[in-house]
């Protein structure tokens, strides 16, 4: 299934054989693919017997190794693959095609395995990832999907990578409010990896986006994980990243997003967890701490797009004019009395004024009058700068 095809069937058949050559962020592959065209390239490696010279830049070695690989490429039997599970192969020229990937120069992918029915140039306009730590904390998972969860509701794209904990709490989180997410693979868009995570990889085909640089059936490496990130970063907005240590595949995607001129930022953690070591260390350079979905929407989003103003609660005391205020404060601790003209040398003002004000904290429920003495009542208590208890 293709949608929107910009590039000729040929160019496609011969991008589609490279993404089994070609590992995904090779840039001197990248290089060759620029210079020559996906078919030309693709018919030196193929050519019998292959030209000396005719792929400058690399060891015979090398090329003998993308040699042996081209000799069992067979496209079509990817692209039937792909599309045996609903799926497609994206290429540039296509109007489906993620023009932001472009931004990676000769690390731009070599195409996009697609499965899902969205369009996915348009869900990565207005998309932001979230990604993290595999051995999460119980709060790097809520925070995860609180995250995700809200932006969704938003109408934000949330963009990870389907592994354990952050990037499996994010998009659980986007389709708990059946919002939009999409999971970049390190693997065919028809393999479930995690095993573990076959269900929610099976939901975000029904409802998102899976996509992936790798052919149908290829097997992920740690290698193919780190580079994975690179497009997670170029395809979205921002990236936020929720718990990862010093050395963790989250922050090549914070550092990738930064080097594109993406927003990075970082969701705090407790100083003394080592979970949180390395986005403490990312919010100590370029990144911006946000706390919630509304501090991500304003960053990444549209002018007028702002989070509310943040205030603690508002209590009854704050309401009172200065006045008032001030002959409040000047009131002893609690069990203790005081006349209205020591009320008033507190507070600085005239003995008929005090006893006005003491008069409406009366009836505020502020103060209670014993005899000519006034008191302190039972819920009325002094900012935490005022003297307590007489101390």
Known sequence: MTRGTGASEEERRARAALTRIVEPGDERGGRWLRELGAVELLGRLTARPYAPGALAGASERRIEGLRIRAASAEPERDLAAVDA???RF?????????????????ARPVGLWVRGRPDLRRWALRSVAVVGARACTPYGAHMAADLASGLAERGWVVVS?????????????????????????????????????????????EQGLLIGELPPGAHPTPSRFILRNRVIAALTRGTVVVEAEYR???????????RLGRYTMGVPGPATSGLSAGVHELLRGEAVLVTDAAEVAELVGDIGDLAPARRG???????????????????????????GREVAQGAGTGVDEALGRLYEL?????????????????GATHRPNARRGGA
């Not at 963790?248 to 930064?258: F, I, K, N, Y």
Request: charged share 20%; proline share 7%; glycine share 16%.
């Open 85 to 87: 599970v609903g799926g």
């Open 90 to 106: 994206v290429v540039p020229g296509d109007a489906e095609w993620p023009r932001q990937l472009d931004d990676l120069g000769d």
């Open 161 to 205: 990578g389907a592994a354990f904990g952050v990037d499996g709490a994010a998009h659980r989180g986007a389709l708990a409010v059946q919002g939009a997410t999409v999971a970049v693979l390190a693997c065919g868009v028809d393999a479930a990896y995690p095993r573990g995570h076959a269900g929610l990889i099976g939901r975000i085909a």
């Open 248 to 258: 963790s595949g989250s922050l090549v995607t914070a550092r990738s997003a930064q």
């Open 313 to 339: 609660p508002v209590l009854p005391r704050d309401l009172l004019d200065p006045v008032s205020a001030r002959v409040l404060e000047a009131m002893p601790p609690r069990g203790r009395a005081a006349t």
């Open 362 to 378: 009366h009836s505020l429920g502020f103060v209670e009058r014993h005899g000519d003495g006034w008191e302190l009542a039972a």
